[in-house]
């Protein structure tokens, strides 16, 4: 990860949680794709290096007489990171985090959501932080999403998150990133792996996340949802690299006023 609010120079670094390399900053959902044919040849366009998965709706090998993920996407390729989505209290997010370290062989990477409201799916960080604590204090290694609070985001970190991950509108909206400057003062101060989680709906909020310094972009919906799935996960692969690119060359001021690109200064006449 560069310094909070610095764009850095010259060659990227690759992404690091939990003390592991990436080089892809694209996350990837699982969920809403027609078949797992498809998921696969969406994650694979995708590039993701990281898929995350419905421990509570998902079939990775809880049941053995149906198809699994993880025959589509082996953990020997992908990073399976187990997710608590559905989850309304922190007792069933903890619970589902053990499922799916004992299903996983002991992997303890997860990511904690506990949602607290069932229209908007905002997230209750009163139980999240509370399923986080327990999480933490049993060597899990949480990526943890939450709202767009520059002081919970804060506390997250100070608990041991591995990775802070805010919302940057509803899951599934399609909204795009609607609290900038939220989530560029949470960038800020940042010492984690800060990822937006949820509101993208194309490509250019996937580049607009990225110019403003997040580390990379979790997405399922705006991949799963697309009329043609495949060509959007390839779409929002260039987008997350080329908004990374853009944060780190730096972009120029704003201004309200022209200025000439070729400028008369220094000129022969």
């Known amino acids: 990860m560069s310094q909070p609010g610095t764009p850095a120079t010259g060659r990227d670094g690759p992404l690091v949680i939990a003390g592991r390399s990436y080089r892809s900053r694209l996350l990837v ?36 007489d149906e198809p699994s993920l993880l025959d589509v996407l082996p953990p020997d390729r992908y990073t399976i990171l187990p997710n608590t989505a559905g989850c309304y209290s922190a007792e069933d997010a903890v619970r589902t985090c053990r499922l799916a370290r004992e299903l996983l062989d002991g992997h303890s990477l997860v990511k904690l959501e506990v949602l607290g409201d069932e229209r908007t799916l905002f997230p209750d960080v009163v139980q999240t932080l509370k399923a986080a604590e327990t999480l933490v204090a049993e060597g899990f ?43 560029l003062e949470i960038v800020e101060q940042a010492r984690v792996p800060i990822l937006v989680d949820a509101g993208v709906g194309t490509a250019s909020d996937a580049a607009i996340a990225m110019e403003l310094g997040c580390d990379g972009v979790l997405m399922n919906t705006a991949i799963a949802g697309a009329r043609d799935p495949v060509l959007m996960a390839s779409a929002m692969r260039k987008a997350v690299e080329a908004g990374r690119e853009a944060f780190l060359a730096g972009r120029i001021p704003r201004k309200r006023y022209a200025s000439a690109s070729s400028p008369l200064d220094g000129t022969f006449f």
């Open 141 to 183: 290694q949480v990526m943890v999403y939450t709202n767009d609070d520059p002081v919970m985001a804060r506390r997250f970190e100070e608990l041991g998150c591995v990775a802070v991950m805010p919302l940057a509108a509803p899951i599934g909206s399609g909204l795009g990133i609607q609290n900038r400057y939220n989530i």
């Open 29 to 64: 959902g699982t969920g809403k794709y027609r078949d797992l044919d498809e998921t696969r040849r969406a994650v694979e366009a995708s590039g993701a290096e990281i898929v995350t998965v419905a421990i509570r709706r998902t079939n990775i090998g809880q049941r053995s």
